[in-house]
């Protein structure tokens, strides 16, 4: 899937694409240092109602923030 989208309109696109992906569970994003992918993560985290702090995880090599409303659920943001 491509999504074509601008920093405005960067929530949108976050929204666009958990419709899209539905039931699916683990994805993994391509591009080049500086390109966005933690910036549109974060996004996909806000859209999920993420209360941690989000950040890259280059140094720690894997994140992971608990979702608003519940003590079981968690999204894991690798960076590999």
């Given at each position: 899937m491509?999504?074509?989208f601008t920093l405005?309109?960067?929530n949108e696109a976050?929204?666009?694409f958990w419709k899209a992906m539905e039931h699916a569970r683990v994805f993994a994003f391509h591009g080049q240092l500086g390109a966005g992918k933690t910036t549109f993560?974060?996004?996909l985290c806000h859209a999920l109602g993420?209360?941690?702090q989000l950040s890259s995880p280059t140094f720690s090599i894997i994140n992971e923030y608990?979702?608003?409303g519940s003590?079981?659920?968690y999204l894991y943001h690798l960076d590999l």
């Open positions: 491509e999504l074509f405005e309109k960067i976050a929204q666009q993560i974060a996004a993420a209360i941690d608990r979702l608003r003590e079981e659920h």
